[in-house]
């Protein structure tokens, strides 16, 4: 099959670079890359098992309300901080 096609800049150089290490023609060398990401691309992926953390029992809470940060502030560096 005979087709055009449009290289990146960093693919183009790749390909030089694997043309002098293998030695080789630079259809052999596209067809060799082609052929193994092809490959990898369409094998299947391998499951993973779900990540999970475990829970940590902190205690009950001390302040009465976190929503006031001045009084957590408070409670925390023993009235200090008023």
Do not use: C
């Given at each position: 099959m005979?087709?055009?096609l449009s290289l990146d800049d960093d693919v183009a150089a790749?390909?030089?670079r694997a043309r002098k290490v293998r030695k080789g023609s630079l259809k052999s060398v596209?067809?060799?890359a082609m052929?193994?990401?092809l490959k990898e691309l369409l094998a299947p992926k391998p499951r993973r098992a779900p990540f999970k953390t475990k829970p940590l029992?902190?205690?009950r809470c001390l302040v009465g309300?976190?929503?006031d940060?001045?009084?957590v502030l408070a409670t925390a560096e023993d009235e200090?901080?008023?």
């Open positions: 005979r087709t055009t790749l390909l030089r596209v067809n060799d052929r193994q990401g029992a902190l205690g309300s976190l929503d940060v001045a009084e200090a901080f008023r």
